[in-house]
Structure formats: structure tokens, C-alpha cells
């Protein structure tokens, strides 16, 4: 029932940020940040009371996963907004919070028994962490899209709808590097918690299951970008496209690596 | 003089792309366009313009197709264009059509950027270099003078000019667009034409902060430099200075490229892939086309940086509407003035004139004097009549007598001035 409420304020909000994109009315805007940060605020309420439903913090299912990465999206934004003004940003996050919020309802809903083994405190701290490592990341890949969309415009020089809507090139490039600088020690500290609870959950630090190998290869990608970027000045374009790159990676660990790979982790469904 | 013999053939950015109006650019012999114009038969008078955006001759001429064809073959000398493509770049306007365009022209309604406020200058500077070879007559000069009065009037009259931003305006929204705050950026001046001032102007007004120019003549950059408080450098240094700079703006005369991709892939590493902003307002291009295929580079010739103003063009088009209602009231002022510019009119307007102030005189007189006859009184307008009679005699004989076209304008164009035949239309305006 909250869950479905705050469904709805997502895709409120997320309507009112197209009708903005559109309109550019300010008024709009407003009221499409007033309906995300309430669909937000309700939420969290959600999360809370899954967590005294469930007895334990609710992040062990797949719907619970990806609502959780929807939420830590939302706050991840909205705690940028603080900082920000990146013109027409919420349009583009708004979207891809409300796929995550549909995928999310679509999966089920049940809470799944806790293996004994894996009931530590290192459940929160290691899977909060890292979803919400993905939330920035998924803001890197919202803003490394916008700059792609902005950049072919200004080279193919026809200007449609984003190139009035859009921020400036400059200003994409430092949001895609300022998401990747809080997501990727997000990420770091979300594998190495990881391992701190395989030890105490299976005895010893990595076992190389899917899950692992894969968050490690986008580790490894993230990693390359921001070294690239500070030794070899890779921005733009080529960082947008890693950016988004990275972003596919986040998500083939999320739920490629579920579905098609199955190892330890494979009880988050 | 019929008001047909005004033409003005030319190309413009509407008619021909960059790649056609390049190669009509005269910037090797500043004086071929005069010889060779002077040369072609039937161009009685003429004024030729050339500018980034345009070239073309404004003429009078008695007989026609001949003519109109040397200017073509003129205009299309240097070119690769088959004689047969000529027609699809060109406009030709004749008469009442000529004269619109040319106050269009003078105006900036005819510009790139409606309202952008060098081409006033550029005309007064194509019909003195014109008229200083003696190369425009009296039909051209007049013609010339009212295009400057109208394009002064539309300015003061319209907002036209007040929202005037031409390629330089569009310039900086791009770099906007690039660079978001323009704030500690830098701009490289390549050549220290005009242009090139003026785009330096508007990005410094938007908080660029330092202005480096690079000119073939050092001692112009450093004029130009002055004016910013930026550094001049030589040609040589470029490739140097580009790795420091954000913004090149590059207005040469040369008539190749000046820089090519494969000059720029290598500076682009020493930048760590900063963003560079290229402008190319230079006619014949200054730029390889293919730098705009580089990652992080921004290239943009005259006729991109068009597109970015039709973005807000409409707040400006009602301006103009107004702009063109002038336009066409002043053509017809023109039109009635060369209508007047013929033997039977002056004549007609001389005696008009003497007969008004004879009329005027005789009113005067006769209102003091109360003791006249009749037959006095008839006898002192007869008087009256036969002195204006006899002092238009010989005006008028001196006005029939020639025989060569260009002596009659002349004549009647001085007699009209003599007599301040057209004083009073300009009074009426």
C-alpha cells in the first residue's frame, strides 16, 4: 500500500518534470521537485515499515533491492540539488527512478526468510552502501547521457529541443565527474564491507562469485576513468560514454549476474 | 533615365553557400574589381560591395543584357562555377526591386543577423572607395546617400538596432553553450580585422579574461591587443598559443586554410582534451572543415553561427516588419524623385517654382498698393512673367541642349540643385 502511494508520487512527479522539460515554466518545476521529494519522504516510510515487517533490513529481495536503489537515486539527487542547479537534471534522473520504481513493482513482493548465516549487522552497512554507490553512479549516467545529447547537437550543429534545455557542456562534464567522485568510494567502500561480511558469513574475504568478479570489473572500469581523467585529461564525450558504460556495468551486477549467473549472492531475487 | 537602368547583381549568404561565396573573394588586388568593372561596356555607373557575407555591384545601366553578363562573368572569374550554374547562386534586381534591396542592405534587414550594425559601415566604405575612382554618378550618389539616410532612420525609428547582435552574439551563446561562465577564459584572435574586434568586444563584455591576437602584421595585433589589454603575438607563435586558449577566433584574409586537423590533433593532448571553441568568420574559411570530427572541438563557420540566432529570431521579426514598411515608403520617394530626374518634370517643377514666387510677389506688392488700375495691374504681372520667362530661357536651353546620357543627369541633377527642385520634397518628409 506505501509502497504503491510512493509509486504514484514518482510518477507524478516524474510527469510534472517532463511537462517541465517541455514547458520550461519554473512554477513546474518547482512542483515537480515538491512531488519527488514527498514521494521520497514516503518512501523512506516504506522502507521503514518493510524493514519492521521483515525483522531485518529489507534488502535481501529483488524488489526490495531496486526499490532501495530507487530511493538512494532520489535522495542522491535531491542532496545534489542542494549544491547544484544543473538545469532540466530531474527530468532525466526522474526517469530512471520511475523505471526503477516499475520494475520494482513488478517483482515480487514477499519477504524471503533470512538465512541464519547471513544475519549480521554487515547486511545493512554493506548493502546500503553499495545501492546507494549505484544511485550516484545512476546520476553519472544521467548526466553522461545529457552531455552526449548536448554534444551532438552542438556538433551537428541543428538545434532541436536539448540544446536551449540542456546546461552548457562544461557544467555536464563536472556533474558527471562529481557523481563518479562521491559514487566510485561509495562503491570502494561497498565491496570492501562486502568482503568484511563474506569473512564473517563464509570465512574468507572473496570467493570470486559472479557477483564479486563483476562488481570488481566495474570497479575496475570506474577506477580507469577517474585515473584517465586526472592523468590524461579524458573528459567529454569519452567520459560521458564511460560514464554510461560504468552504469551498464552497475547494472549487469545487479541483475545480470542474478539471473544468468548464479553464485553465493544469488539469493537476492 | 528610366528607373529600370538601376540594377544590383550579386550573391549573398541566402543565394550561395560558403563554399561558392569563398571563391569570389577579392582580397588579393583591391583595385581588380574597379579596373575590371570600368572596362565592361553599358556600366555607366557602379558601386562594389564585398563583404564576409555578400558580394555585390550596384550599377545603372542603358542597355542591359549585355552587360548584366560581363558583371557575371566578372563576379564568377575566379571560380570554378560552370557559366551555366552561375544563374543559381545569384539575385538580380532591377528598378524599383534594386532600390528595396540596396536600403534592405543598408539597413541590415538583408544580413545574416537582422539588425547587425556592420554592414552600414561596410557599404559607406564600399561606395566612398567607389566614388572615390569616380565610378558612381549622380543617380548612384544620391541613391547611396538616401540608402544611408533610410538605414539611419529605420535605426533610430525601429528597435532593430538596439537588439541588434550579429555573428559575434551568436559566437558567444555557443561559447555559453560550451563553455557554461566564460569567466577566466581565453580568447585567441587570429587576424585583427574588424570582425574580429567586434567578437572580442562582445566576449569580453561577457567576462572573458585575456585577449591574445595573432596578426600576419605584428604592429596590428599589437593595436588590437592594446584595446583589450591582451598580448599580441606573430602568426609563427599559433599552434603555441593554442594550447593555452579556449576561444579562437579566426578572421585572416588569407586564401587557404590556416589550420588543418592533423595541426590540431596533437594540441588537443597537450590540452588534456579542454574544450577549444574554434569561430571561423573568415571568407575564404580559415579552418579545415574537419576539425569539427575532434573530440572536445567546436567548430564554427559564418554560416553555422547563423542558426544559432534563428533560435531567437522572433522577438526580432516584428522590428522588422516595421523596418520594411519604412523601407518600401522611402523606395517610393525614390522612385518619385528619378521620375522627376527627367527633362519635361524639371522644366515643369523650374516653372512651377518662378510662377509660385512670382504669384507670391505679386501679392505681396499689390496688397501695399491701392491706387492701382486694372490695366496697371495686369500690366505689372505681364512684367512679372516675361522676367521669369527670360531667366529660364537660358536654363532651359542649357537643360535641352545635351546630348551624351551622362551629361543630361548631370545637368538636370545640377539644375534641380541650383533651383532646390527637390527642397521641397524633403521639406514634405
Redo the contacts between chains.
Keep these: 500500500m506505501l509502497f504503491s502511494l510512493s509509486l504514484i508520487g514518482y510518477y507524478l512527479s516524474t510527469t510534472t518534470y517532463i511537462i517541465f522539460f517541455v514547458t520550461q515554466k519554473n512554477k513546474i518545476r518547482s512542483a515537480a521537485r515538491c512531488l519527488l521529494f514527498g514521494a521520497g519522504v514516503l518512501h523512506t516510510v516504506t522502507i521503514i515499515s518493510r524493514y519492521f515487517l521483515a525483522g531485518h533490513t529489507p534488502l535481501t529481495t529483488h524488489h526490495d533491492t531496486v526499490s532501495f536503489f530507487a530511493w538512494s537515486m532520489t535522495w542522491a539527487f535531491l542532496s545534489f540539488r542542494w549544491r547544484y542547479q544543473v538545469k532540466n537534471f530531474g527530468t532525466f534522473v526522474s526517469l530512471v527512478i520511475a523505471a526503477l520504481m516499475t520494475i520494482a513493482a513488478l517483482s515480487s513482493q514477499t519477504i524471503a526468510e533470512l538465512p541464519p548465516a547471513l544475519q549480521s549487522a554487515w547486511l545493512p552497512v554493506h548493502a546500503s552502501i553499495a545501492i546507494i554507490a549505484d544511485g550516484f553512479l545512476g546520476m553519472g549516467f544521467c548526466s553522461g547521457l545529457m552531455y552526449l545529447l ?1 554534444e551532438r547537437e ?2 551537428k ?3 532541436g529541443v536539448f ?2 534545455r540542456l ?5 555536464l562534464d563536472n556533474l558527471i565527474q562529481h557523481c563518479l567522485t562521491v559514487g566510485f568510494p561509495l562503491l570502494t567502500l561497498g565491496i570492501i564491507t562486502g568482503s568484511f561480511w563474506a569473512k564473517q558469513a563464509w570465512g574468507a574475504y572473496w570467493h570470486w562469485d559472479p557477483k564479486e568478479t563483476w562488481s570488481l570489473i566495474t570497479w575496475f572500469l570506474y577506477a580507469a576513468m577517474l585515473h584517465q581523467r586526472f592523468i ?7 567520459a560521458a560514454i564511460l560514464a554510461i558504460i560504468g552504469f551498464i556495468a552497475v547494472l549487469f551486477t545487479l541483475w545480470g549476474v542474478t539471473f544468468l549467473l548464479p553464485g553465493v549472492h544469488s539469493y537476492v531475487r | 533615365m528610366s528607373v529600370d537602368s538601376i540594377l544590383v547583381l550579386g550573391v549573398n549568404h541566402k543565394t550561395a553557400p560558403v563554399e561558392v561565396r569563398e571563391q569570389l573573394a577579392f582580397t588579393s588586388d583591391p583595385e581588380r574589381p574597379f579596373r575590371k568593372l570600368r572596362e565592361i561596356p553599358g556600366c555607366s555607373e557602379f558601386c562594389f560591395l564585398s563583404t564576409c557575407n555578400r558580394v555585390e555591384v550596384i550599377f545603372t545601366s542603358p542597355h542591359q543584357m549585355e552587360t548584366i553578363r560581363s558583371i557575371k562573368k566578372f563576379l564568377f572569374a575566379t571560380s570554378n562555377i560552370k557559366e551555366d550554374d552561375i544563374d543559381n547562386f545569384i539575385y538580380l534586381h532591377r528598378g524599383a526591386d534594386a532600390i528595396t534591396h540596396l536600403y534592405r542592405v543598408a539597413a541590415s534587414l538583408d544580413s545574416m543577423v537582422v539588425g547587425e550594425p556592420q554592414i552600414l559601415g561596410q557599404l559607406k566604405d564600399a561606395y566612398r572607395n567607389s566614388a572615390d575612382r569616380e565610378c558612381t554618378g549622380v543617380i548612384l550618389n544620391r541613391l547611396l546617400h538616401k540608402a544611408f539616410s533610410v538605414a539611419k532612420r529605420i535605426r533610430t525609428e525601429t528597435n532593430i538596432g538596439s537588439s541588434a547582435v550579429s555573428i559575434s552574439y551568436a559566437a558567444v551563446e555557443l561559447a555559453k553553450k560550451i563553455f557554461g561562465n566564460l569567466e577566466g577564459k581565453k580568447v585567441l584572435l587570429v587576424g585583427a580585422g574588424e570582425m574580429a574586434e567586434l567578437a572580442a568586444e562582445h566576449l569580453v563584455n561577457q567576462g572573458i579574461s585575456e585577449v591574445i591576437v595573432a596578426n600576419r602584421t605584428l604592429e596590428r595585433a599589437v593595436n588590437l591587443a592594446k584595446r583589450f589589454n591582451g598580448k599580441a603575438v606573430g602568426l609563427a607563435e599559433l599552434h603555441a598559443q593554442m594550447e593555452l586558449v579556449d576561444i579562437l577566433v579566426s578572421s585572416t584574409g588569407a586564401s587557404g586554410l590556416i589550420l588543418h586537423q592533423e595541426d590540431v590533433k596533437p594540441i588537443m593532448k597537450q590540452r588534456k582534451n579542454r574544450p577549444l571553441f574554434l569561430i571561423d568568420i573568415a571568407v575564404p574559411r580559415d579552418l579545415d572543415p574537419k576539425l569539427n570530427d575532434l573530440d572536445n572541438v567546436y567548430l564554427y563557420d559564418v554560416d553555422d553561427l547563423s542558426q544559432v540566432v534563428e533560435v531567437n529570431k522572433a522577438e526580432r521579426e516584428q522590428e522588422a516588419l516595421r523596418a520594411e514598411r519604412i523601407v518600401t515608403e522611402e523606395t517610393l520617394k525614390f522612385l518619385q524623385w528619378i521620375e522627376d530626374m527627367q527633362l519635361t518634370p524639371t522644366i515643369a517643377a523650374m516653372r512651377r517654382k518662378a510662377d509660385t514666387i512670382a504669384q507670391a510677389e505679386l501679392a505681396k506688392t499689390l496688397s501695399h498698393c491701392s491706387n492701382l488700375t486694372a490695366r496697371d495691374i495686369k500690366s505689372i504681372e505681364k512684367m512679372a512673367g516675361s522676367i521669369l520667362n527670360k531667366i529660364l530661357h537660358d536654363p532651359i536651353l542649357f537643360l535641352k541642349e545635351g546630348h551624351n546620357h551622362e551629361d543630361k543627369q548631370l545637368k538636370l541633377d545640377f539644375t534641380r540643385k541650383i533651383f532646390g527642385l527637390d527642397l521641397e520634397h524633403e521639406k514634405e518628409e
Excluded: C, H, T
Aim: net charge positive; glycine share 10%; no cysteine.
Design positions: 548536448q552542438l556538433k550543429k541543428r538545434f540544446y536551449s546546461p552548457s557542456l562544461d557544467a590524461a585529461g579524458w573528459r567529454g564525450k569519452r
